[in-house]
């Protein structure tokens, strides 16, 4: 089980998850616990019937999940590596098979106007339906179930590990969700029906249909805005941007409380006619209290040839922000830094201080600044 649980830690995030449990008080053991008490298992554990995909002749498939819409043959699986043909029938060979469990601070999500200083029972398949040349995650992310090391874990059990943790709330993060959307719509199903909230931490893409059926389950997103052109999304994700903007609209149409990362990638999307692009687009689209978080880069995976994002664009693209009228604006991956405390836009107070994902300071009582009372956007405790 040691296996697994090194896996339910990145390396990037092993000092600054440290640095929080340091000063949350939490401690591991329970979760190291629960861990050791699963049976874990080198590759998928079983098969389940995937939603929304069309029959084709000669048992080919079409999957209608993400835009991409795979024609897959029989034996073969989609661009995604979880999703698999078997004589004319799609199956899902992720459902309750993750290979990440964890508990996290919601503000690693980030959310950071969604429940403050609570936590959230983070759950992650293998498989992506991108191909970002920065992940993170990419040992999972582009990896089949077959090759990472999975624990079985039904929604019924997800819902029950929330509860049982006080959890209040369950995220579906680390890859992306869309490919593993039955395990997940099943469990936000489970986990609503318990009282525990949903969110999830996407790059968008997934078709209208799909998403409108989870949004009935889903509290809040943070959405990946990669980039603002369709160069950008070809180029560093293997996708495009049109489908991402809707799905977005469809979020903030359906009432889920939404949060925007854009990561600042030195050479690649950091020029301030496409951040102000972006800006003004989520301000138009989604309203100004979005909150937009722009995060450092750091040399990763393909992109290691890049410099890290120096700390003068971040701060750049966040001026860019405040003058197109964006209220919520973040900088992210920059330890303290003052850019990841949250101040009222209409006194200007701070109202929300963090230290990492620590939350020292909290001056918002019934939705409200406590210094002015003007009415924070958010979802709060």
């Not at 498939?61 to 004589?87: A, D, I, M, T, W």
């Not at 303290?336 to 006194?347: A, F, L, Q, R, S």
Request: with cysteine; hydrophobic share 35%.
């Amino acid at each position: 089980m040691k296996l697994f649980f090194e896996r339910l830690v990145t390396r990037r995030n092993f000092l600054k998850d440290c640095s929080w449990l340091a000063l949350s008080g939490v401690v591991l053991s329970r979760l190291v616990k629960f861990a050791e008490a699963q049976e874990a298992k080198l590759g998928y554990i079983t098969a389940h019937k995937a939603l929304y995909y069309d029959k084709l002749s000669s048992n080919r498939v079409r999957c209608n999940l993400c835009p991409r819409g795979c024609v897959v043959g029989s034996g073969n699986r989609g661009f995604c590596r979880v999703r698999e043909n078997r004589h004319g029938d799609y199956y899902t060979l992720v459902y309750s098979n993750p290979c990440a469990v964890h508990i996290d601070p919601i503000e690693k999500k980030p959310l950071f106007h969604f429940h403050p200083g609570t936590t959230a029972l983070s759950i992650a398949t293998a498989g992506c339906n991108f191909t970002c040349k920065n992940c993170q995650n990419y040992d999972i992310s582009q990896a089949r179930p077959d090759d990472t090391v999975n624990i079985d874990l039904s929604p019924e059990d997800v819902a029950d590990l929330a509860v049982k943790y006080n959890a209040p709330t369950i995220a579906y993060t680390y890859t992306e969700p869309t490919v593993f959307y039955e395990y997940m719509l099943e469990t936000a199903r489970r986990a609503k029906a318990r009282g525990v909230l949903n969110i999830y931490h996407s790059n968008g893409y997934i078709n209208e249909e799909p998403l409108v059926k989870l949004v009935q389950y889903l509290d809040g997103a943070n959405v990946d805005l990669k980039g603002f052109s369709n160069t950008f999304y070809e180029e560093i994700t293997g996708g495009t941007l049109n489908p991402v903007l809707e799905s977005l609209k469809i979020l903030k149409q359906h009432g889920v409380w939404l949060e925007i990362t854009n990561l600042v990638i030195p050479t690649k999307n950091d020029s301030e006619g496409s951040i102000k692009d972006l800006c003004l687009w989520i301000k138009n689209e989604l309203g100004k209290e979005t909150p937009v978080h722009f995060s450092r880069f750091y040399p990763q995976y393909k992109l290691q040839n890049l410099p890290p994002t120096p700390v003068e664009t971040l701060k750049r693209a966040a001026a860019i922000a405040h003058t197109v009228g964006l209220d919520y604006v973040y900088i992210g991956n920059v330890p303290g830094i003052t850019e990841e405390n949250t101040y009222c836009p209409k006194c200007s107070k701070m109202i929300i201080g963090r230290t990492g994902y620590h939350v020292h300071t909290y001056k918002i009582k019934d939705g409200r600044c406590e210094f002015c009372q003007a009415g924070i956007a958010g979802r709060w405790k």
